[in-house]
């Protein structure tokens, strides 16, 4: 059910920069859930991991849906109509699993207009690693709050709003750096199918025939053709590479904007440290 779900986004390796956030509940994504991802292109959410060396963001996506309570289908008074479209959907035998699921999905938000008393809103949570393209655009929504020597915050002039908001006028807000990424900040994610890594290839160093001994070709056993063959195939093994080559990962995320900074403890004097 969590490819319909997604579709109610709730309001709400090498050395890491720190460990995720919180305990909330979540679960690792499947390969259904991408997919989802993908086709939504993008979505808010938080940072809970990252790793910088990979480029790899893990984010986690909260959404919520539709649960019918324990021994809510006898207090239901379902007309004929939908009593047959329920029957349809957990009988019909040529949908697959994750099909099924969304059209249950859909018949039970129906139902969750008619009754609303008879359904909980249930919050779950997903984690995406998400791989970071070569041209990664990391923006800022807004611009942080900084501080002056003084411990003043500083106001931008409209001619560094406008140096900060750089030439692409199709993107938004203002330049930023993947090193101001921080675990526990919201985040858009614009998300993209990541590209194959080509498979890795080993050669032998060449062999000089100078050092080899020169052999007696009366003294050679004589050759098998089976064992020829073998030695072809395996030739044609090596041209064609690794058979198990570093796959990336589910989804690539081709730009971020922060949408809120992380929490920031506050300094001496009461007032947050720069980010």
Do not use: C
């Not at 809103?121 to 900084?146: C, G, M, N, S, Y």
């Not at 985040?187 to 890795?200: D, E, H, R």
């Not at 041209?239 to 809120?260: H, Y």
């Amino acid at each position: 059910m969590i490819g319909v779900a997604l579709l109610l986004p709730s309001e709400a390796l090498a050395q890491k920069k720190k460990k995720p956030i919180d305990k909330e509940k979540s679960a690792p994504a499947e390969k259904k859930d991408y997919e989802t991802l993908i086709k939504l292109k993008e979505a808010k959410v938080k940072v809970v991991d990252l790793d910088d060396a990979a480029k790899v963001v893990t984010v986690r996506l909260e959404y919520q849906h539709y649960q019918l309570k324990k021994g809510a289908e006898s207090k239901m008074n379902l007309s004929q109509s939908e009593k047959n479209d329920y029957h349809h959907i957990m009988t019909y035998k040529h949908w697959t699993p994750a099909h099924r699921a969304q059209r249950l999905q859909e018949f039970y938000t129906h139902l969750q207009k008619k009754y609303a008393n008879l359904f909980d809103v249930k919050t779950d949570r997903k984690d995406f690693d998400l791989d970071a393209i070569d041209k990664i655009v990391v923006r800022w929504k807004e611009l942080p709050t900084e501080y002056d020597e003084k411990g003043n915050v500083k106001e931008y002039t409209p001619k560094e709003l406008k140096e900060r908001r750089g030439k692409d006028s199709k993107v938004p807000g203002y330049s930023a750096e993947w090193a101001d990424l921080r675990v526990g900040q919201e985040v858009q994610v614009y998300v993209t199918t990541p590209k194959k890594k080509a498979k890795t290839t080993t050669k032998e160093p060449a062999k000089d025939k100078k050092d080899e001994p020169v052999k007696d070709k009366k003294d050679e056993p004589a050759k098998d053709k089976k064992d020829d063959s073998a030695k072809i195939d395996n030739k044609v093994g090596e041209k064609g590479g690794s058979d198990t080559p570093n796959e990336p990962n589910l989804a690539a995320v081709r730009m971020i904007v922060i949408l809120s900074d992380a929490a920031t403890p506050p300094d001496k004097k009461g007032k947050k440290k720069n980010p």
